[in-house]
């Protein structure tokens, strides 16, 4: 079992910065992979960024360039560091463990961007 807690999220002008924190307990050892996905209202889950054990990282096109994932190992931590935030990054982001066989998921933390 793994649990999974979010924070960081909060209302930003567009071109500001948030930085999400997701820390993970539980069966640590057993995690593959973290990542964030977000879901805007009305639309699918979509993966944000994702960082493997190993740390090799891969983003969704959109957020090239403006979103950054890292981890500290140390404090079993993975952050989502989202500088030039447009609306349309408005949504909710939720954490996600993948250990190969079960998926888990944070409650989800809100960003809302205005223009």
């Known amino acids: 079992q793994v649990w999974l807690v979010e924070s960081g999220g909060g209302l930003v002008q567009a071109g500001g910065s948030l930085r999400l924190s997701c820390a993970a307990s539980?069966?640590?050892?057993?995690?593959?992979?973290m990542g964030w996905y977000r879901q805007a209202p009305g639309k699918q889950r979509e993966l944000v960024a994702v960082?493997?054990?190993?740390?090799?990282?891969n983003y969704a096109d959109s957020v090239k360039g403006r979103f950054t994932i890292s981890r500290d190992n140390a404090k079993n931590t993975v952050y989502l560091q989202m500088n030039s935030l447009k609306p349309e990054d408005t949504a909710v982001y939720y954490c996600?463990?993948?250990?190969?066989?079960?998926?888990?998921w944070g409650q989800g933390t809100q960003v809302t961007v205005s223009s």
């Open positions: 960082i493997t054990s190993g740390g090799s990282t």
């Open positions: 539980g069966s640590i050892f057993s995690i593959n992979a």
């Open positions: 996600n463990a993948d250990t190969g066989e079960v998926d888990y």
